[in-house]
């Protein structure tokens, strides 16, 4: 379903030094893990931001939250993925529309709606049994 080299582009927003380290022994299934947590870390902060009236932060964590994303959509393996690749390409792209609708209208709700939505991805993946880890 993922390709086996994931965008890295999309671990800048990130962070770096021990993310890092931890992407050059990760396998690709950690790699979107990592990514996952941290589009989630970012619209958790971009939240904060909203309730603080930081504009500026906000737009700078939602952003990232975006790009990481994108990353993760980039990454889709639609010959290998089939219907689940297209599935998840077209709810990745209403996430990324939401996050710029909530950046816009400073909507916690759509920060939350996104977030709902990017956990419940994420439990999928989390649950995915070890042996199919490594990938293709």
């Known amino acids: 379903m993922m390709q086996a080299m994931v965008n890295k582009k999309a671990l800048e927003g990130y962070g770096r030094g021990a993310v890092e380290s931890e992407v050059n022994f990760a396998s690709p299934h950690r790699i979107i893990q990592m990514l996952m947590e941290g589009a989630l870390a970012k619209i958790a902060t971009a939240k ?18 975006m790009n990481i994303i ?7 393996n639609h010959e290998l993925g089939g219907e689940v690749s297209a ?11 939401r996050l710029q609708e909530a950046s816009i209208n400073n909507d916690i709700a759509g ?21 199919f880890h490594q990938g293709q």
Do not use: F, H
């Open 111 to 131: 920060l939350d709606e996104v977030t709902k939505l990017l956990m419940e991805i994420k439990s999928g993946w989390d649950d995915i049994p070890a042996e």
């Open 70 to 76: 994108n990353g993760l959509r980039s990454s889709l």
């Open 48 to 65: 904060g931001c909203i309730e603080r009236g930081d504009g500026a932060e906000k737009v700078r964590q939602i952003s990232w939250g």
């Open 87 to 97: 599935n998840l390409d077209s709810l990745y792209e209403y996430m990324g529309r």
